[in-house]
């Protein structure tokens, strides 16, 4: 099983998310098809993140390797929301 460093209570999901796919901010924006400052924005919580369904498949394409779904997922990716990143591909990053 793969461990990473545990959410701080104030990360936010997306953070997490983007670390998990060994991605820096810059190719995370790339990957969605938005501004570095975009990402930037959503992850320290200034603008409330909104996706495309386009988007969301991207995502979710890309966390299938490690057994992630929509349902891990919090209603709010605001900072301070924690995320289930545990799937059943035994990454466990909570």
Request: hydrophobic residues 35%; proline residues 7%; without cysteine.
């Amino acid at each position: 099983m793969i461990k990473h460093k545990p959410l701080e209570e104030e990360e936010s999901p997306l953070k997490a998310i983007r670390e998990l796919l060994g991605l820096s901010q810059q190719e995370f924006a790339g990957l969605l098809g938005v501004s570095i400052t975009t990402v930037s924005r959503w992850e320290r919580g200034k603008t409330p993140p909104t996706f495309t369904i386009g988007q969301i498949r991207v995502l979710l394409r890309e966390l299938k390797p490690y057994g992630l779904t929509l349902e891990n997922f919090p209603d709010d990716m605001t900072p301070g929301n924690r995320m289930q990143l545990q799937g059943s591909g035994g990454v466990d990053v909570t």
